[in-house]
Structures are given as structure tokens and as C-alpha cells.
């Protein structure tokens, strides 16, 4: 089966700095790789996802690039401010066939400095 | 539209006792999923269900039971309640890829901790 592995674990910037996440996979079959952002006290939430045909997408200051050859993406927020403070999750899976069950990586803890 | 809704919140059981977590999605999902959510362990899969009347194990699901009788709702059973079983749980659902549609909705969670 797939197995996300994320890094950091904890990650502390201060307001204005950008902040990076990584992660890896290990299906080569895995196609769809979401990012999560989970509030204190609440489910995960969809802040951005890419499919294996795109190497990079853009949401104002979210990124994620995603490098098929090696198996890893990552998250990039610019110009971070107090709120985006929050436990972060990558995920992988397929959206074709029967495997279409996210996987998640480990989570980072991301703590904006104001 | 009030999304995937979990019940309890919280909740205390002592070792051996049983109980279910309930879960209703509104979006006409096909797929449903459980998680649990343990410090520095991310989260991880215990049961799936790709449609009514259809159940997986997922990565954890020694000691819990699932059942999909309607579109709407996945319960979650602890058959009897271990220590090791005090976790977040979260329910999940999506469309599962349908039409290009892949975003899953998470509920807000149950605490359960077990004495």
C-alpha cells in the first residue's frame, strides 16, 4: 500500500517568512495528493490539491509543486500570518480503481510568530 | 447544507464497554471513511465503504465494526473499548474521483478516551 512520509514535524516562522512542507510517497500509482489544514478542535480542511499531470498550482499565498520522478511535494506558504498557525497534513491516493483511500502523512505543526 | 456530522463530541468509556460513533453525510457521497488521529501518527484509515452495503478494513481495524446500510449514514462500533483505543476520531466522505470530484469532507471529530 502507500506510505506518506511528511517533514517537519514542528515548524515556527515568523509573520512575513514563508514556510515549506515535504513530503513523499511511495505508490508510483498515486495521482490525486491533497493538503489538509486542521484548526485546533476541528476536522481537516482542503486548502489546495494537484494531480500528477501538473507540476505546480497556485492558491494566493499557497503553493504546491509536486515532483513525480522523485515522489515528493510540497506545500509553500508566503508572507505567513498569525492564522495560518494550524497542524498541516499532505495525503496521497488514486482516483481510479479500487485504492482511492487517502493516505496521510504524519502531520506538521506549523506556529506563526506574530 | 450541514456536510459530514459526527456524534458525540466526547465521550468516557470504560474498558470493555461498548459503543457506536455515529456518522450522517447530506452531499450524496459514495465514499465514506473513518479515521483516528494519535499524536505524531497523522491520521490513519480503520474502516472504508465505497457505497451502501459495502465495507473495507483499512490500515487499524482490529476492534471496530462498520456497516453501511444508507448513502447517508457510517457508524462506527468499539466492540469493547480499550485504552488503546482513546483517540480522534474522524469521520470523512467524498465522491471518490466521480466526475473528476476527489475533495473529502471531514466532520469535527468524537474524543473518546477509554478508562
Known amino acids: 500500500g502507500e506510505n506518506v512520509e511528511q517533514h517537519p514535524s514542528t515548524l515556527s516562522v515568523q509573520e512575513g517568512d514563508s514556510a515549506v512542507i515535504k513530503c513523499t510517497y511511495s505508490d508510483s500509482a498515486s495521482n490525486y495528493f491533497p493538503w489538509y489544514k486542521q484548526e485546533l478542535g476541528k476536522g481537516p480542511q482542503l486548502i489546495i490539491d494537484i494531480r500528477s499531470n501538473v507540476g505546480e498550482k497556485k492558491d494566493q499565498r499557497i503553493a504546491v509543486t509536486l515532483n513525480k520522478t522523485a515522489k515528493h511535494f510540497s506545500l509553500h506558504i508566503t508572507e505567513t500570518q498569525p492564522e495560518d498557525s494550524a497542524v498541516y497534513f499532505c495525503?496521497?491516493?488514486?482516483?481510479?480503481?479500487?485504492?482511492?483511500?487517502?493516505?496521510f502523512g504524519s502531520g506538521t505543526q506549523l506556529t506563526v510568530l506574530p | 447544507n450541514a456536510g459530514v456530522t459526527q456524534t458525540p463530541k466526547f465521550q468516557v468509556l470504560k474498558t470493555g464497554q461498548s459503543m457506536t460513533l455515529q456518522c450522517a453525510q447530506d452531499m450524496n457521497h459514495e465514499y465514506m471513511s473513518w479515521y483516528r488521529q494519535d499524536p505524531g501518527m497523522g491520521l490513519r484509515l480503520i474502516h472504508y465503504s465505497v457505497g451502501a452495503g459495502i465495507t473495507d478494513q483499512g490500515e487499524v481495524p482490529n476492534g471496530y465494526n462498520v456497516s453501511r446500510s444508507t448513502t447517508e449514514d457510517f457508524p462506527l462500533r468499539l466492540l469493547s473499548a480499550a485504552p488503546s483505543q482513546t483517540s480522534v476520531y474522524f469521520c470523512?466522505?467524498?465522491?471518490?474521483?466521480?466526475?473528476?470530484?476527489?475533495?473529502?469532507?471531514f466532520g469535527q471529530g468524537t474524543r473518546l478516551t477509554v478508562v
Open positions: 495525503a496521497a491516493t488514486q482516483t481510479t480503481g479500487s485504492a482511492r483511500q487517502l493516505t
Open positions: 470523512a466522505s467524498s465522491y471518490g474521483g466521480r466526475g473528476g470530484k476527489t475533495e473529502a469532507f
